[in-house]
């Protein structure tokens, strides 16, 4: 069956997809809003942070550094084949 030249089973694969995503923005906002209340994190030693009259740069070097680190172990546990 078809609709509009399009094959039924594809509709129902795209709505699948998009719940799949609508769930995973979801858990990643749910972190971000966690991450922002733990003391410490984004102020590590090593977080580059520049300010000078009105103007301020910051960027969370050993932050990110950390978190990759963090993330590909546990990735490398998950799919590990």
């Known amino acids: 069956m078809t ?3 399009v094959p039924m089973d594809l509709w129902q694969w795209l709505g699948k ?4 995503m ?10 971000m ?3 922002g209340k733990i003391p410490g994190i984004g102020r590590l030693p090593g977080d580059i942070y520049y300010h000078r009259g009105n103007f ?3 960027f969370p070097l050993i932050t990110c ?4 680190l963090l993330l590909t172990l546990l990735l490398n546990l998950f ?3």
């Open 3 to 5: 609709s509009g030249g």
């Open 17 to 20: 997809i998009l719940i799949l």
């Open 22 to 31: 609508g769930i995973v923005f979801l858990v990643i906002g749910g972190a």
């Open 33 to 35: 809003l966690l991450v």
């Open 56 to 58: 301020t740069f910051y």
């Open 65 to 68: 550094i950390l978190l990759s």
């Open 79 to 81: 799919f590990r084949r």
